[in-house]
Every structure is written in structure tokens, then in C-alpha cells.
């Protein structure tokens, strides 16, 4: 479920954004990697308290990086496309919302993939 709220923030983000897309490219990028070291911090803090790993479990911090930025990347680029055949706002919607749902989807999977049985 948190991973579906972090993509329908991230592609919100994404989709609202005025200017160019490799600014709100990067402003993305920043959040995501903002966030990523806040929930590491906060991961080390229950692990030291004894309350365990939380929700996010084991997820490998290089892994989450690689596969944000490969994220944020396809979306500029899918934007970037799009706006030859519809108008830059509709190619920017469609970019925020498929970032969101890949975000969500990958999140998922790395999830079950490192905090497997």
C-alpha cells in the first residue's frame, strides 16, 4: 500500500510540475533521494530500539537509487517523445502517470525480492 501512495505522489509531482522536464526531473530525484535517506535513518533508529525493520524491511539503498533514477530517466524521456505528437501538458500527464504506476509496480518488486521468506 505505501508503495502505491509514494507513486501517486511522485507521479502527481511529476504531472503538476511547470517549467522544463529536466528541472521537475530533478527536483523529483532530489525528493526520492531525500526521502530514501530519511527512511534509511528512520530503519537504523527501530533496528537500534529493537523494533525491528519496519515495513520497508532489507531494501538495498544502491538498488533503490539505480531503479529511481532509471525511473525518473524513462519518464523524462517518454515526455520528452511524447510532446511530438500531443501537446507538452498531455505529455506531461501521461509521463506522471505512468512514472507513478512504475514506481508503485517496482517498488513492489523489490520489496518482495530482498524481504522474501
Do not use: D
Not at 9 to 21: N, P, T
Not at 63 to 87: C, D, G, P
Amino acid at each position: 500500500m505505501i508503495f502505491w501512495l509514494a507513486g501517486l505522489y511522485f507521479g502527481w509531482r511529476w504531472a503538476q510540475a511547470s517549467g522544463a522536464a529536466w528541472r521537475h526531473a530533478l527536483q523529483l530525484l532530489c525528493i526520492m533521494l531525500a526521502a530514501m535517506s530519511a527512511m534509511r535513518l528512520v530503519q537504523r533508529w527501530r533496528i537500534r530500539s529493537g523494533k525491528g525493520e519496519g515495513a520497508f524491511g532489507r531494501l538495498p539503498l544502491y538498488a533503490l537509487a539505480l531503479a529511481k533514477l532509471a525511473l525518473v530517466a524513462s519518464a523524462l524521456a517518454v515526455e520528452y517523445l511524447l510532446q511530438r505528437w500531443i501537446s507538452p501538458e498531455v505529455a506531461r500527464t501521461l509521463a506522471g502517470v505512468g512514472l507513478g504506476v512504475a514506481f508503485a509496480v517496482v517498488g513492489l518488486v523489490l520489496h518482495r525480492r530482498h524481504n522474501g521468506p
